[in-house]
């Protein structure tokens, strides 16, 4: 039965109990886009069922993780859609031109209009599951793929944008195009953030500033932390507290920040800390406290041979020695600097291929810092800091033993 027949048969029934011509238009016309509905939905229920059954052989089927990433971007339920458009598209014309034309162009231009969004839909989840497949694999896991997956998206949102807007109002596309362009002031205020946002991702990208999983440190932004994320308009800082913080990603561009990539892949991890010796207990050494101190292992070697070398330099002027501050002498401190030194040297978990050294820095109020310079070998955070502590430990352990105190601050003065 085609469409003039169905009409006729309705108006027929309905002329027999009494209805007029209109009435008989308007059941016959809602009786077709039931009909019509229906046999939509059908179709879509098959097409489902194949396409979902399709994809799923074939990813049990396969070892590779990308079909698995189309079914969990729901690609395969975005394509069981477009039959059933595809079907509505192209039968409206012909089964409702003769009941109403200006339904029937209004249905067409609908079912355009949700094809295109379709389609655009379809791109996305297909550029999302190759985004998600790209981030398992090593050599892209640290790259900013989400912020080129957005630029490419607000492109074709906006081309999708407009020829939507020409399909429902039948205007060509220049006429939108001449309006954007005039609007282009605006449209630029309005994007401001994304279009910095896009061009410090290319930096970015190109400067290898920055990569997902450094550890990066921002004062001015409270971030201090693992990059877990990078988009067109954010950049996520996990910090070690676990809380989450958002930079707009110029602002990686255009402020300043510490990126701690080059400890990471650099063969150790610096340590640099001070203990603040008392000025008052910094002395010269007499003869019996020289001989006690050649009894630690450590400094034994460079004692009895500095040892040489001052008696020498010493006997060769004629110094008075009845003074201690005449001529060259040992120093409390001078010692301890040295075994400082050497136990750094010999400390199995410090890199002896980066610098390894104990120096004196300016007197300040608190005293005279001593300040150890070096690497550990180990540069996770706890155990670096494992490290750290035990060199701390040993050497306050030991100051006392060349009669040397630490600062620290008098419970008797009070604090400015």
């Not at 309005?190 to 190109?206: C, N, P, R």
Request: charged share 20%.
């Amino acid at each position: 039965m085609n469409i003039p027949e169905f009409k006729i048969y309705i108006s027929e029934l309905l002329s027999q109990r009494g209805l007029s011509n209109f009435w008989s238009d308007s059941i016959a016309l809602v009786l077709l886009l039931i009909l019509f509905l229906i046999l939509g939905r059908i179709v879509f229920w098959i097409t489902r069922k194949v396409i979902l059954s399709f994809f799923v052989q074939i990813a049990a089927r396969t070892k590779s993780e990308f079909d698995d990433i189309l079914l969990q971007n729901k690609v395969p339920k975005i394509l069981s859609y477009l039959p059933v458009l595809f079907l509505y598209y192209e039968t409206i014309p012909v089964l409702f031109s003769d009941l109403s034309n200006a339904l029937a162009l209004f249905i067409q231009n609908i079912a355009e209009a949700l094809l295109i969004v379709l389609i655009i839909a379809l791109i996305r989840a297909s550029l999302k599951s190759v985004n998600d497949y790209l981030k398992t694999l090593a050599s892209f896991k640290d790259k900013p793929l989400d912020s080129y997956l957005q630029v490419f998206m607000i492109f074709l949102w906006f081309v999708g944008g407009i020829l939507i807007l020409s399909v429902l109002t039948g205007k060509d596309i220049g006429s939108f195009l001449t309006t954007l362009g005039a609007l282009s002031a605006v449209l630029l205020f309005v994007f401001k953030d994304t279009i910095l946002g896009f061009v410090a991702s290319v930096q970015i990208t190109v400067n290898d500033t920055v990569r997902i999983g450094d550890w990066i440190s921002m004062p001015n932004s409270n971030a201090d932390g693992d990059v877990i994320a990078i988009s067109l308009s954010t950049v996520q800082v996990q910090n070690f507290d676990k809380t989450i913080t958002s930079i707009p990603t110029y602002k990686l561009i255009s402020d300043s920040f510490i990126n701690w990539r080059g400890m990471s892949e650099s063969p150790g991890r610096r340590i640099k800390k001070s203990l603040l010796i008392k000025t008052t207990s910094i002395r010269f050494l007499e003869a019996d406290e020289i001989a006690d101190l050649k009894k630690i292992d450590r400094i034994a070697p460079f004692i009895s041979q500095r040892e040489k070398e001052i008696d020498a330099a010493n006997s060769s002027k004629k110094t008075d020695k009845s003074l201690l501050i005449n001529g060259r002498n040992f120093t409390n401190l001078g010692l301890f600097r040295q075994y400082t030194q050497v136990y750094l040297q010999s400390h199995d978990q410090i890199n002896q291929n980066m610098t390894v050294m104990c120096r004196q820095l300016a007197p300040t109020a608190q005293g005279i810092p001593l300040e150890i310079y070096a690497f550990s070998k180990d540069k996770v955070w706890t155990n670096y800091e494992h490290i750290s502590s035990d060199i701390f430990d040993h050497l306050l352990a030991s100051i006392s033993f060349f009669d040397l105190e630490c600062f620290e601050l008098s419970p008797n003065i009070p604090q400015v």
